[in-house]
């Protein structure tokens, strides 16, 4: 067993050690101090991997609020980066187009409806193109007919519209 005195001795000891920390750490300057640290040597101890192998990445990751930094990317600086000739030229397009079900596409796909905007198309130009062949054609005949028959010029406009000043 240890001696009485020698135990008070102890814990005098102790609680002067313990009063002298305190008025220490109360009189220090905590910003002075942490700017005389070298935090590069400091991080130059740490092993990097050590403290990667603790780290529970998929606990990390549900905390991770995604459509928060999805909102912070630059979209379009990203596609900027992006070389899209190599990521084509990365793509089987063999397989690609191997993949479409062509028989649902062909069933999803209103042929009725693009046969008949494409015909219609087609036949309102080719309509037009006869009105405009066969307006052509009766100005000729009727310019024809009018020098056949020498007769003087023709009315500007139908007599009912005309302006009597501009009628011949």
């Not at 220090?28 to 990097?48: E, G, M, P």
């Not at 409806?113 to 054609?137: H, T």
Request: glycine share 4%; hydrophobic share 50%; net charge negative.
């Amino acid at each position: 067993m240890s001696d009485p005195v020698e135990s008070a001795v102890e814990s005098v000891a102790q609680r002067v050690a313990e009063r002298a920390i305190d008025l220490i750490v109360g009189a220090l300057d905590i910003n002075a101090l942490i700017r005389r640290v070298d935090a590069n040597a400091l991080l130059d101890q740490v092993d990097v991997n050590e403290v990667l192998s603790k780290v529970d990445v998929p606990a990390l990751a549900e905390r991770v609020d995604v459509a928060r930094l999805i909102e912070r990317l630059d979209i379009n600086a990203l596609l900027g980066q992006l070389d899209v000739a190599a990521l084509l030229d990365r793509v089987d397009v063999n397989a690609l187009v191997q993949r479409i079900d062509l028989d649902e596409l062909v069933r999803q796909a209103d042929l009725g409806a693009i046969l008949a905007e494409s015909s219609g198309g087609l036949a309102s130009e080719a309509l037009d193109g006869a009105r405009s062949e066969a307006a052509g054609i009766d100005q000729a005949i009727d310019r024809w007919v009018w020098r056949l028959l020498r007769r003087r010029p023709r009315p500007v406009a139908p007599p009912a519209l005309a302006d009597p000043r501009t009628q011949p």
